[in-house]
């Protein structure tokens, strides 16, 4: 009898045979100075690729410059198809998948370079872009909306053509697409405001120019919130209605996270307070201010606990047809066991794969096997961090 961990059987993700179920979590790399990707970006992937996972994901690959957050991200157009394509090509070269996330910031954002004010499903303040005078947001217009479709659009169509083999569409986080799905942030009266199927129209007409550009025979994958943590805002019920819709129109996995980075990022991630770690790396003077004012009450610590979103990832598994993909604090061999035992047929890992890039490998040696990670938190800070996203923990000593 084998003793093979049985989360390293290849599965079915749609009509894509991945050779295992362990998937890496998009993670912003910020390894792409002027959105530019090479050998960094290169060296980040094909680690965990060399690890033994099935698939790693480019993290937040903005659909078109208005929708990157800095001018760091990478954006799906032209300019990058050589750099990207190498990339790509050299995860490719190491037996693994590459699924590309799609992301736009909507009202959310501090990219200085595009010269105008951002836009999202309903105007405000752009917190974000504070500390570069981008303070305000505007409302999207009926032809900005329409605008924003034909960016996924197009995003796809480049993303498929460079060698993606999957997309993840972002539709949490408090991203662009999550500003329409929330309450709280869609204060519309159009048709794209109000009830929950007019805030759901824009999220699946995305979600429908994204497969008309990449045909039935292309996994798309979707990563939603499944609660915002916030009065007023999305919570549990809204996400099983919003995994529904997807699932009906079509998708092939749904990836259940929760919080929103805006709002309510320690919902994501548990553990200590991600405070001290974006303080460490924050260099602007006006952000350095604002995070020790509202810091405390924006990041409080909440405590921890392996596989902490596995029961509401479970009730949305059993009200869809799709693959539910499991996110949040999975990071031992048991962990994998419980989540193939529920059902999950994938998992996806962030902190976990940053502290141990073979974690695969390691479990292929010992079904047992338990990541070093130890959810600190300080690998999140390294988003702004100059030599890119890392682990403090062992990784700080290597030039990334
Ligand atoms: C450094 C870092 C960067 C992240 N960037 C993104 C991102 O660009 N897009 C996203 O959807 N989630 C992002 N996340 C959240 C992860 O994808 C994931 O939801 C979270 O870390 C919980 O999973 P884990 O317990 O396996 O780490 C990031 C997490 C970390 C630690």
Redesign the pocket.
Known sequence: MTNKHPALEPAMLGPLRLKNRIIK????ENMTPNGMPGDTLLRFHTGFAEGGIAMTTI??CAVSKEGALNANMLVMDEAIRTPLENVISAIHARNCKVSG?M?HCGAFSKNRSLNKRPKGASGGLNILGISEGMWIAETMTLSDIQDMIEQYRKAARFMKSVGFDALEI?F??GYGLCQFLSPLTNRRKDQYGGSMENRLRLPLEVLAAVREEVGKDFPILG?ISMTEGRRGGLDYEDAMQIAIALDQAGIDGIVT?GGTSTMNPML??RGPSILPALLRYETNRIMRFLLRLVGRRMFPSMPFSELYFIEQAKRIQKAVKCKIIY?????SGQSLQTLLDSGFDFF?????L?ADPDFADQLSADRNFVSRCK?CNK??G??ESPKG?HCPEFYAHIDI
């Open positions: 979590a998009g993670t912003f993290g937040y996330q992301g972002h949490g986080h990563k996270s994501m991630f996110i949040g604090g999975a990071c996806q890992l962030g902190r976990s940053l959810h690998c999140v390294t988003i996203i």
